[in-house]
């Protein structure tokens, strides 16, 4: 046997550890990565997605709002596994659904999720949080006899300079202020170069330049990746906003811009409230 036989063998679906295998391809044809359709999930007799229905193109930057309950969480659980739905679909791309795998495996994918609350291990420097953070086989050898290649560590430093932490990369990250934890979270998330990324509040509780420096972040992130950005701050999403979506009561109540979105009477009645 070759050796590109032999690698060949060695890949096979049947005998291989996921980590060697190929990244599953996403099929983008119609410009489309996120396809939700007629989602429901209840909870207790309480309804928190009711038919949602939600299409999101390759390389945009979404906003969701919507009030407490709306159901903005609860759909970012179930596309990342988290939350089982009663019925409806989830599709990556046209032919991934992201229903029948498990939360580690739609990670796997190049979905990302960054919760509210930063979450770094803040005992280690930015740099090994990002080095962590790397997409690679987390196996108890590998991990004990790992050492970064060239191109990994390029990779770091191209993360730390895009979300402004070159500075800070061998600090601890517990000594970072919350802006900066806030960034290095995204960063390490981008270190494991994900194809969609769902993003919850990132700004709540920063200063007026940090979250102008979160915002340009987020922009400067769109068109290289798909970006959803779940917030409650109207002023934020003002400067960000290329579409919005409004949910209310589990479902899509209206989308479109934001001056769309601020001139809809539903939207003003149900959530903006009258004078914004």
């Given at each position: 046997?070759?050796?590109?036989?032999?690698?060949?063998?060695?890949?096979?679906?049947?005998?291989?550890?996921?980590?060697?295998?190929?990244?599953?391809?996403?099929?983008?044809?119609?410009?489309?990565?996120?396809?939700?359709?007629?989602?429901?999930?209840?909870?207790?007799?309480?309804?928190?997605l009711?038919?949602?229905?939600?299409?999101?193109n390759?390389?945009?930057?979404?906003?969701?709002?919507?009030?407490?309950?709306?159901?903005k969480?609860?759909?970012?659980?179930?596309?990342?596994?988290?939350?089982?739905?009663?019925?409806?679909?989830?599709?990556?791309?046209?032919?991934?659904?992201?229903?029948?795998?498990?939360?580690?495996?739609?990670?796997?994918?190049?979905?990302?999720?960054?919760?509210?609350?930063?979450?770094?291990?803040?005992?280690?420097?930015?740099?090994d949080?990002?080095?962590?953070?790397?997409?690679?086989?987390?196996?108890?050898?590998?991990?004990?006899?790992?050492?970064?290649?060239?191109?990994?560590?390029?990779?770091i430093?191209?993360?730390?300079?895009?979300?402004?932490?070159?500075q800070?990369?061998?600090?601890?990250?517990?000594?970072?202020?919350?802006?900066?934890?806030?960034?290095?979270?995204?960063?390490m998330l981008?270190?494991s170069?994900?194809?969609?990324?769902?993003?919850?509040?990132?700004?709540?509780?920063?200063?007026?330049?940090?979250?102008?420096?979160?915002?340009?972040?987020?922009i400067?992130?769109?068109?290289?990746?798909?970006?959803?950005?779940?917030?409650?701050?109207?002023?934020?999403?003002?400067?960000?906003?290329?579409?919005v979506?409004?949910?209310?009561?589990g479902?899509?109540?209206a989308?479109g811009?934001?001056?769309?979105i601020?001139?809809?009477?539903?939207v003003?009645?149900?959530?903006l409230?009258?004078?914004?």
């Amino acid at each position: 046997m070759s050796i590109l036989q032999y690698a060949a063998e060695l890949k096979r679906r049947d005998q291989v550890w996921s980590f060697m295998q190929d990244p599953t391809p996403i099929d983008i044809s119609h410009q489309v990565i996120l396809y939700v359709e007629g989602l429901n999930v209840s909870f207790d007799g309480f309804k928190a997605l009711n038919n949602l229905n939600l299409y999101v193109n390759d390389g945009e930057l979404r906003c969701l709002i919507g009030a407490n309950g709306a159901g903005k969480t609860t759909l970012m659980d179930v596309i990342t596994g988290k939350t089982q739905c009663d019925s409806g679909s989830v599709y990556f791309g046209q032919t991934l659904n992201l229903l029948e795998r498990d939360e580690a495996q739609i990670a796997q994918l190049g979905i990302g999720r960054k919760f509210q609350k930063p979450t770094v291990f803040e005992a280690q420097t930015v740099f090994d949080n990002l080095e962590l953070s790397l997409k690679s086989n987390k196996g108890v050898l590998a991990t004990l006899f790992a050492k970064l290649n060239a191109e990994q560590t390029d990779r770091i430093y191209q993360v730390l300079e895009t979300v402004g932490l070159k500075q800070q990369c061998f600090m601890l990250a517990g000594a970072l202020s919350h802006g900066q934890k806030q960034w290095l979270e995204i960063g390490m998330l981008l270190v494991s170069d994900p194809r969609l990324l769902l993003i919850d509040e990132p700004v709540a509780g920063m200063t007026a330049e940090e979250s102008e420096r979160t915002a340009q972040l987020l922009i400067s992130l769109a068109g290289q990746r798909t970006v959803i950005v779940v917030e409650h701050d109207m002023e934020f999403v003002r400067s960000i906003a290329r579409t919005v979506t409004v949910l209310h009561q589990g479902s899509v109540l209206a989308e479109g811009s934001m001056d769309e979105i601020q001139n809809n009477q539903a939207v003003i009645d149900v959530y903006l409230g009258e004078g914004q």
